[in-house]
């Protein structure tokens, strides 16, 4: 862990990004530090976020108004790479890396191999906010900043539920909740929230879920004309391969929708059991043990033979 | 507060009882605090811990198989009331209180008015199982016994995740995680997990949700003839209605099943801008602002149409 005050000695203008497609944990940590260099170094002319885009739900934090989702020709003394694990996850704003002063990389991801001239990167750590709450003062840390960086940690433990979350995270969770903010609130808005729609195509791909394997294994199926019909887009689907896989004695869970005539978008997820990435990267695609992903050619039919195959030779391999 | 070596001190003969129908607070906090006492103080010649029954979930705990659900005639040194509001919510157990040489009360609802000759209520805690933990010495906590308290203070917040939810609370679960326990696979198998007909039945009411009042108010109802279907129990319709309130925009969600002909089984859920106990209360039911249940007869019509004229009637009045 290095010293903010110290880094930041002598800047002027100061730059911030995280990654593309922002999450949680990005724009958390990314306004969390944001808002307390402003609050905190009057001294400084500049302190920019830029990030590609604020979704919709995040905009109940305090300061997403002054988040930049544009890049325009800048140069910053110190520009900080929040919750990135490689360069190019910068997006656009991989271009103020070259003329900046000073990069520093705070990030939280196992394949971060470091970049920038300072780097804070902990793996073990549950979020790229919790790393980003060590480097302030808490006594200097306002409301609006303390709510941004617990609704990063809250988003990347899956509200302190992932074996990523430690005593350290609960902590520090405990401070930031006591600065007084509506957390249960903000967590309804931001994480537990699904539009009407988004449980209308849940609920369709409970109910067509079926089990196979001796109940080791869940499969739902969503084709094109249903989720044509509800309009919905492949982020309404997110969280229901989860629901899928937190079934009474399944091993793994597929999910699958159809994106083009006969192709077929697959997420795997397993209780460890299995390594979907096994199976995932068989079929070109990729991830870990228990989340892997992967997209298909042929008929429902088919994609389920295949996949069901592997995944049914691996528990037997185990079962043995 | 008080001390709990002082207390038992002398005592030969300890019994523990809850509620009936236990949760996962009940069971977390008499088993956390019975394996703490078997396993510190040798010179116990019993230590019995009396629920009406324990879950099937709650099995993963290790010690649940020495919980006695039947009430043999005991008389015990000192008997402690874990979590419940009054002694009628302890059942059967309640006749251990007449006998015992001095009863212990500790619990955390708001309407407990307080019995037992020592007392430790604290209407602000998150949970029975946090009130344990600070009665006992963390040293000596053993990890099923943290096991036990950190499935009670999880399932009593939601996961973290309700108001009632402190720092403490926070850095009490830490503490206790950091014993060495899987609390994620813990946390599926005791809070998350789901059986499959459990999810057959939420997505079916998810599905036949519909939207009222602007996207305010959402309801779903489900007949005998489909609960019988699926071969669903009123225990499986849990949760439903949670899912329907965190509908975006949506104020009060409503949830009801049919139990006889022409009766119906109502939860109401609000994000507190409408007070569903006044609903509730109105039809003969009870609750809190937040979440109110009553039984209704009718039609599922004549239901919906009375329920949702005096929610309509609230939400007007608060808008004005």
Do not use: W
């Not at 010293?3 to 911030?16: C, N, P, S, V």
């Not at 074996?163 to 903010?181: D, Y």
């Not at 369709?204 to 919905?232: N, P, Q, T």
């Amino acid at each position: 862990m290095f010293d903010l005050d110290q880094e930041i000695k002598g800047a002027k203008r100061i730059g911030i990004a995280g990654h593309i497609r922002p999450d949680g944990d990005c724009v958390g940590s990314c306004l969390g530090l944001g808002l307390y260099l402003r609050e905190n170094y009057p001294e400084l002319e500049a302190v920019d976020i830029h990030l590609e885009s604020v979704p919709e739900k995040f905009r109940v934090l305090e300061g997403t108004e002054t988040i930049c989702t544009s890049y325009p020709e800048k140069t910053y003394d110190v520009f900080f790479s929040l919750d990135c694990g490689d360069i190019g996850r910068l997006g656009n704003a991989a271009e103020y890396l070259k003329t900046a002063g000073k990069v520093i990389c705070v990030d939280h991801h196992i394949s971060n191999h470091g970049f920038g001239d300072v780097q804070f990167i902990e793996p073990a750590a549950s979020s790229t906010s919790e790393l980003i709450y060590l480097l302030l003062d808490d006594a200097e840390l306002s409301v609006s900043a303390a709510k941004a960086l617990y609704m990063g940690i809250a988003h990347d433990t899956g509200v302190f539920q992932y074996s990523c979350t430690g005593r350290r995270t609960m902590e520090i969770a405990g401070k930031l909740m006591e600065k007084g903010f509506d957390f249960n609130e903000l967590l309804d808005q931001t994480f537990f929230q699904k539009t009407y729609l988004q449980n209308q195509i849940l609920g369709r791909a409970l109910l067509e879920s079926m089990l196979l394997m001796d109940g080791k294994c869940i499969i739902s199926a969503l084709r094109k004309k249903d989720l044509d019909f509800y309009g919905v887009t492949s982020e309404d689907l997110d969280g229901i391969v989860s629901q899928l896989r937190n079934t009474t004695g399944v091993e793994v869970a597929i999910f699958l929708y159809e994106t083009a005539i006969q192709e077929f978008k697959v997420s795997l997820r397993s209780n460890g059991r299995v390594d979907v990435s096994r199976v995932a990267s068989y079929f070109g695609g990729g991830g870990h043990v228990r989340a892997a992903g992967c997209t298909m050619q042929g008929s429902v039919y088919d994609v389920l033979n295949n996949l069901t195959l592997h995944i049914e030779k691996q528990l037997k391999g185990a079962d043995l």
